[in-house]
């Protein structure tokens, strides 16, 4: 059987824009498997003082981005994916930005929400954990690179905990100026998730979020881009499309253990642990006390990417591009470094076939 083959360019045939680097104390941070969202016991302490980067954009504009001091959920970082991915919305903003809601998830810096702002999105609220630094940090973006270009008005700002509620949207959208049920129903024309999908224990929370705030419309997309940080937990990372392709209308099924409902939706929990030849940290025997050789490897990585790909009962999801970055990310972690250069897009949609029944559009 041929190997599966992963396209060596996006579905728009685009690279990243640039982003460099003003101080650089923020490499060489090793990313945990832990429950993101309990409180770590540090998460109080004064942080270290703010670093800052530079991103151009590709009509030549330069954002000056404030990242926070050291921070256990990783906000202190400009990751590889936000970068790619603010190039991705701007060339495509026609179809992903123009006249839409935007929500960007995890934003940290808010680097790929601010993009939306300045390519004419209708709204933006960047959101991430519920803790005033954070949430400071994003609101001093919108002042420092969206007041001088007078889309400051139309950006906003909540502390969201994934799979909640979404008042704090709806409140955020309000204080932009929409008014009305698009408001109140805190629905998104485009949902950001830029590397997220390392938070193996919120996958369940982050599809709910989904379901939650993506417009029940045609063109309504979920954006989900990321690097595989730790390659030898790249299945447990995907397994977050396991999860939104098993997503089933409640109507026509019964929630059993593990599952949840979400807005007449029914959704699985994540199946995560380790499994095969990508089970192991580098080195390490698989159970039968043997390893992968790296052709081997690569192929598992080829058919697991190519395998994202498909139709769920509730979502769509495909493939849209990857993206060389020339260097890990994270250089103190193990592994290949190509793969963990390497940054993969995917686009979640809605399935039009029964969509009219569910949204009525």
Known sequence: MAEPVVPSKS???????????????????????????????????????????????????????????????????????????????????????????????????????????????????????????????????????????????????????????????????????LEGPEANEARFDTVILSDLLFNHNCHQALVKTVIKTLRGSEGARALVFTTPHRPWLLREDLDFFNVIKGVRRRSMNTASSGQEEEGGFIVPPGSTHWMGTLGRKPGMPDDEGTSATAGERSAVVRGLIESVAGRGEVFIVELVGQWQMGKPMLEDDEDDDELRSTVYGWEIRWDTNWQQEMFGR
């Open 11 to 177: 579905k728009h045939d685009i690279s990243p824009s640039s982003s460099s680097e003003a101080s650089s104390d923020d490499d060489g941070e090793t990313l945990t498997n832990s429950k993101m969202f309990d409180d770590p016991p540090s998460y109080r302490e004064k942080p270290a003082s703010h670093t800052y980067r530079e991103h151009t954009m590709d009509n030549g504009k330069k954002l000056r981005l404030r990242l926070v001091g050291f921070d256990p959920l990783y906000a202190h970082l400009l990751f590889h994916s936000a970068i790619v991915l603010a190039g991705y919305l701007e060339r495509n903003s026609a179809d992903l930005v123009r006249d839409r809601l935007v929500l960007e998830l995890g934003a940290g810096c808010g680097l790929p929400g601010q993009i939306c702002a300045l390519q004419a999105a209708r709204r933006v609220v960047m959101t991430d954990f519920p803790s005033e630094p954070l949430l400071e940090n994003l609101r001093w973006q919108i002042g420092e690179n969206l007041r001088g270009e007078r889309r400051d008005g139309i950006a906003g700002v909540a502390g969201y905990r994934w799979g909640d509620e979404t008042s704090c949207l709806s409140n955020a959208l309000i204080q932009t100026g």
